[in-house]
């Protein structure tokens, strides 16, 4: 026994040594790439005050453009996903970015209706995959009791991303004129160069594999290598090995991704239409900005909280569950208190039950899926999911030109929050795990007390 000690604190040692390596190599680049992306992706919510004066949109026809970014974001998801997993996440990932640069900046060329559509559209082509790809890179880097914290870590960049696209947005507005040039082209234009500029950062620092990771040390690429290979060879011995039709169809992927279908309709539909929504508080864009940003502060505050608390107690589904619920709790009280700083209170609230089901729910399809099934599986979810981001800003916009006001939208959205949490619960158990027995060879996986994975009634 005195000699297993000495094995088992080196263990714990190059464990910590390897995955904060890890950890501070990927995950600062990988947070301000996703973060770069989420404003390219969501600034036309800013840009609407510009757009709807000039070409005098509708909130249905605001609500179809900037939905319509997931219709072309969902066709490409799936083989662009297999695209990284054949040809490495570094080529893929600068290729992705470069094209949805370029496609960001020509929206400050769109003359109506129809060219805005299109560039909405295309927008969401140049970025497929890029999402689920860094979920999927996550699998090759991380072992799976890190892995609620790594997705966390990536989310902050969309509470975050939200709260200075909301300022930044908000100051390039006031270029209104400068260089001939509205204010909304200047917002798209200037906030499409990081993404061209990160691609050649991405193609200097980032690193397909642990085999080819110079800068760690033999020892802690040997660690992590047989630590990742000892995860898989137990998650084919506990669900057996998934070629990448099978998980394509699997009830268990289907469940997850019709979780996220409804989760994504709420959070998005309330990302496209927070800042319609305050500037109902009589705001300038500038205050607007500022106000929009109190939420995602709070929800990444929140978002944070949650991803530590599901890994320590490594469980997924009831943290799912609350905070859809809480989510629930904060859109249905913001309703009746729209036009009033109350609802800033109840959307800020929202916020954190929307991104804290983020971590818990991204930590779950590792669970049973390896290799080009997760490539393909983690693609489908994502690509299903992000329908809902189609859903959530045409009804909610809908609504609003149909009632004149906000509050059927968000009750709306309500719903969605609470069919998420329910298909959980339903759908979701929770199932005790052991340590493989065959990993004797190499380090042996953690055991988790309880473990959730998807398993369809």
């Known amino acids: 026994?005195?000699?297993?000690?000495?094995?088992?604190?080196?263990?714990?040692?190059?464990?910590?040594?390897?995955?904060?390596?890890?950890?501070?190599?990927?995950?600062?680049?990988?947070?301000?790439?996703?973060?770069?992306?989420?404003?390219?992706?969501?600034?036309?919510?800013?840009?609407?005050?510009?757009?709807?004066?000039?070409?005098?949109?509708?909130?249905?026809?605001?609500?179809?453009?900037?939905?319509?970014?997931?219709?072309?974001?969902?066709?490409?998801?799936?083989?662009?996903?297999?695209?990284?997993?054949?040809?490495?996440?570094?080529?893929?990932?600068?290729?992705?970015?470069?094209?949805?640069?370029?496609?960001?900046?020509?929206?400050?060329?769109?003359?109506g209706p129809v060219s805005f559509l299109v560039m909405r559209f295309l927008l969401g082509v140049a970025e497929a995959g890029f999402f689920p790809g860094m979920i999927l890179y996550f699998t090759y880097w991380f072992p799976r009791r890190y892995r609620a914290r790594v997705v966390a870590a990536l989310f902050l960049a969309v509470p975050g991303s939200n709260a200075l696209t909301a300022v930044i947005s908000g100051a390039l507005l006031q270029l209104d004129g400068a260089l001939g040039l509205y204010g909304w082209q200047w917002l798209f234009v200037l906030e499409a160069v990081p993404s061209i500029c990160l691609a050649f950062a991405v193609l200097a620092l980032m690193t397909d594999r642990p085999a080819r990771a110079a800068w760690l040390a033999p020892d802690e690429r040997i660690w992590l290598e047989d630590t990742l290979e000892a995860e898989r060879r137990s998650t084919v011995g506990r669900h057996g090995h998934f070629t990448l039709r099978q998980a394509l169809t699997d009830r268990r992927v289907l469940a997850l991704a019709s979780i996220y279908f409804f989760i994504g309709t709420a959070t998005y539909g309330i990302t496209f239409f927070l800042p319609p929504i305050l500037k109902g508080l009589k705001l300038t864009d500038w205050e607007t900005g500022l106000a929009t940003a109190v939420p995602y502060v709070v929800g990444t505050v929140g978002m944070v909280a949650w991803s530590w608390s599901s890994d320590r107690r490594d469980e997924r589904r009831w943290h799912f569950v609350v905070a859809g619920l809480i989510a629930v709790l904060g859109l249905v009280t913001a309703g009746p208190m729209l036009g009033s700083l109350w609802a800033l209170t109840a959307m800020s609230v929202a916020a954190i039950g929307l991104y804290g089901t983020k971590p818990a729910f991204w930590a779950m399809p590792g669970e049973f899926l390896s290799g080009p099934a997760a490539a393909g599986g983690i693609a489908l979810i994502n690509a299903i999911g992000n329908l809902g981001g189609f859903v959530g800003p045409y009804v909610l916009g809908w609504l609003k030109d149909a009632t004149g006001t906000y509050e059927a939208g968000l009750y709306f959205l309500a719903a969605c929050a609470c069919a998420s949490a329910t298909i959980t619960l339903l759908a979701v158990r929770p199932i005790v795990s052991s340590a493989d027995p065959g990993t004797a060879a190499g380090p042996p996986v953690v055991a988790a007390t309880e473990r959730a994975r998807p398993e369809t009634v």
Do not use: C, H
Request: charged share 15%; net charge positive.
């Open 1 to 111: 026994m005195s000699g297993g000690i000495p094995a088992i604190a080196a263990q714990t040692e190059i464990e910590k040594r390897t995955v904060g390596k890890v950890a501070w190599r990927i995950l600062p680049l990988i947070v301000v790439i996703y973060f770069v992306a989420y404003m390219d992706r969501t600034n036309v919510g800013f840009a609407s005050f510009g757009l709807n004066r000039q070409f005098g949109f509708s909130a249905t026809l605001y609500g179809w453009g900037a939905g319509i970014f997931f219709l072309g974001y969902v066709i490409f998801e799936v083989p662009s996903n297999i695209l990284l997993e054949r040809n490495g996440a570094r080529l893929w990932i600068a290729r992705i970015m470069v094209t949805w640069g370029l496609v960001a900046g020509s929206m400050a060329f769109i003359t």
